[in-house]
């Protein structure tokens, strides 16, 4: 079963851009719808972005809308989460989750594996 290494979390001042990547270890992921959540403190995990294993249909709830962006590089094994206009509302642990998906569906979270978070914290 594939792994999922964030990457790309660290520290951003109000108003930058930042860009997050997920790969998998043990194999690639190229069947695989992506999504993107994350954690705020004291606050309930929530979804940002998705991604199809064809890189088609990405769309966006809540936060995301507007400022985040979901990508997919299949030749590199990465999906991608550029966000922009961070605020401190942005400081949360940010996790990417992978369901299988081979027929080009969305995620769903049914039977998804999820990697161990990358940090971001936005100062203002």
């Known amino acids: 079963q594939v792994q999922l290494v964030e990457s790309g979390g660290g520290l951003a001042q109000a108003g930058d851009s930042l860009t997050l990547s997920c790969a998998p270890s043990?194999?690639?992921?190229?069947?695989?719808?992506v999504a993107w959540f994350r954690r705020s403190p004291g606050k309930d995990r929530e979804f940002l972005a998705q991604?199809?294993?064809?890189?088609?249909?990405?769309y966006y709830r809540g936060s995301a809308k507007g400022r985040f962006t979901i990508s997919r590089d299949n030749r590199q094994s990465t999906v991608f989460l550029h966000m922009s206009g961070l605020n401190g509302e942005d400081t949360a642990v940010y996790y990417c989750?992978?369901?299988?998906?081979?027929?080009?569906?969305?995620?769903?979270?049914?039977?998804?594996?999820w990697g161990q978070g990358t940090p971001v914290t936005v100062k203002s």
């Open positions: 989750a992978a369901a299988i998906a081979p027929d080009g569906a969305d995620y769903t979270n049914e039977s998804d594996v």
């Open positions: 043990g194999r690639t992921f190229d069947d695989y719808a």
């Open positions: 991604i199809t294993r064809f890189g088609t249909n990405p």
